[in-house]
Nanobody, 121 residues
Framework: VQLQASGGGLVESGGSLRLSCAAS????????VAWFRQAPGKEREYVSG????????PSAAAVEGRFAVSRDNTKNTVYLRMNNLMPEDTAIYYC???????????????WGPGTQVTVSS
């Protein structure tokens, strides 16, 4: 399955964005989908995710209460809603699909190109 993340951009601190992860086919529905991010000079880190039924997986502590993941299987799309954005959220955001939940990036077989999120102070 091919994934495409979109919706990134430049936003002021305290603002919101919604990222989308669109899949190429309905096989996507069998996968857990996770969002990761990578800031300059840092390792890729897990953000949050959603299981096949639409239930959220645990979020990273840094985004707990601010970010939420949802999915619409009729559109083969997963969303990452980001509220109260802070400059430290600046990163390239990636979506990934895999058979089981993990916070380890290497676990996921399918990745899309990322989308840049920049939060100004």
């Amino acid at each position: 399955v091919q994934l495409q993340a979109s919706g990134g951009g430049l936003v002021e601190s305290g603002g919101s964005l919604r990222l989308s992860c669109a899949a190429s086919d309905r096989a996507f529905r069998a996968y857990i989908v996770a969002w990761f991010r990578q800031a300059p000079g840092k390792e890729r880190e897990y953000v949050s995710g959603v299981d096949q039924r639409g239930f959220s997986t645990p979020s990273a502590a840094a985004v707990e209460g601010r970010f939420a993941v949802s999915r619409d299987n009729t559109k083969n799309t997963v969303y990452l809603r980001m509220n109260n954005l802070m400059p430290e959220d600046t990163a390239i955001y990636y979506c990934a699909a895999g058979a089981s939940f993990s916070t380890v990036a290497a676990t996921y077989n399918h990745w899309g190109p990322g989308t840049q999120v920049t939060v100004s102070s």
